[in-house]
């Protein structure tokens, strides 16, 4: 059983520069919260192509290595969490809009140490998707700039 998260932004970008935006590996490190992201397999492109990314704070964390499972340029990137730690998928979707695009990023994931924390998710949500928002918001100041 998987756990939904989700959070969106609105991004002044026409939907293809959103996505070369959003599907920069490297360059989610700069907006995503304690996490350097880097691609693997394929430069991180199209079904099979690999991404991996390091979240940490201070000392302590993990590293996620991903597959891509979908791939849609410029709508829709899904990845598979390969980890212990992490495990599901995650999705980035970009949705034109007449401002520019919505870029929506969800995550399905399976929680570790089984029931414990399928059971603990409610109270871990909140805070989970309050970073996302965290890092959607730099993710839009920095296209801002």
């Known amino acids: 059983m998987s756990c939904h998260a989700e959070a969106a932004v609105d991004l002044p970008l026409e939907p ?10 490297n360059g989610q490190s700069a907006w995503m919260l304690f996490t350097r992201v880097w691609a693997t397999g394929n430069h991180g492109e199209g079904v ?42 995650g999705t980035f979707v970009v949705r034109a809009t007449p401002q520019g695009s919505t870029f929506v990023w969800s995550e ?3 929680p570790p140490l089984g029931r414990v924390g399928r059971t603990a998710w409610p109270l871990v ?10 890092s959607l918001k730099r993710l839009a100041d920095g296209v801002a700039r």
Do not use: N
Not at 16 to 22: R, T
Not at 125 to 134: D, G, K, S, Y
């Open 125 to 134: 949500r909140p805070a989970f998707e309050l970073m996302m928002r965290i």
């Open 108 to 110: 399905d994931v399976i």
């Open 16 to 25: 293809q520069a959103a996505w070369d935006v959003v599907m920069d590996w």
């Open 48 to 89: 099979g192509g690999g991404v991996s990314a390091r979240t940490s704070v201070g000392p302590v964390g993990f590293t996620d290595d991903m597959v891509i499972t979908h791939w849609d340029p410029p709508r829709e990137c899904t990845v598979k969490h390969l980890g212990t730690v992490v495990r599901g998928t």
